[in-house]
Nanobody
Framework: QVQLVESGGGLVQPGGSLRLSCAAS????????MAWYRQVPGKQRELVAA???????SYADSVKGRFTSSRDNAKNTVYLQMNSLKPEDTAVYYC??????????????WGQGTQVTVSS
């Protein structure tokens, strides 16, 4: 069984920074494609950043230049560094990871979500 555990959310003032983590544990060979989403109550889940298995990352226009997605393969952990945060970044953030169990078998998992609140 594979689990994704997110951490790092919280309350931050506008202009501040947070780093979200998403750690995969269990029977894992490696991590493949990954993505970060966010959701505000009453709205659809929005894609924030997506990284292909080849390492190419794309970002939503609303976060370009402020957010950076990265990974530590040795720790099976993915990160979302969020800088220059704005009130409109307030949402529950979810990681989504393709976990390679044993090549070529892979499974897709979601983190439990972590609340990010940007407010003065």
């Amino acid at each position: 069984q594979v689990q994704l555990v997110e951490s790092g959310g919280g309350l931050v003032q506008p202009g501040g920074s947070l780093r979200l983590s998403c750690a995969a544990s269990g029977r894992i060979f490696s991590i493949g494609a990954m993505a970060w989403y966010r959701q505000v109550p009453g709205k659809q889940r929005e894609l924030v950043a997506a990284t292909t298995s080849g390492g190419s990352t794309s970002y939503a226009d609303s976060v370009k230049g402020r957010f950076t997605s990265s990974r530590d393969n040795a720790k099976n952990t993915v990160y979302l560094q969020m800088n220059s945060l704005k009130p409109e970044d307030t949402a529950v953030y979810y990681c989504n990871v393709d976990v390679i169990i044993a090549p070529p078998r892979h499974e897709n998992y979601w983190g439990q979500g972590t609340q990010v609140t940007v407010s003065s």
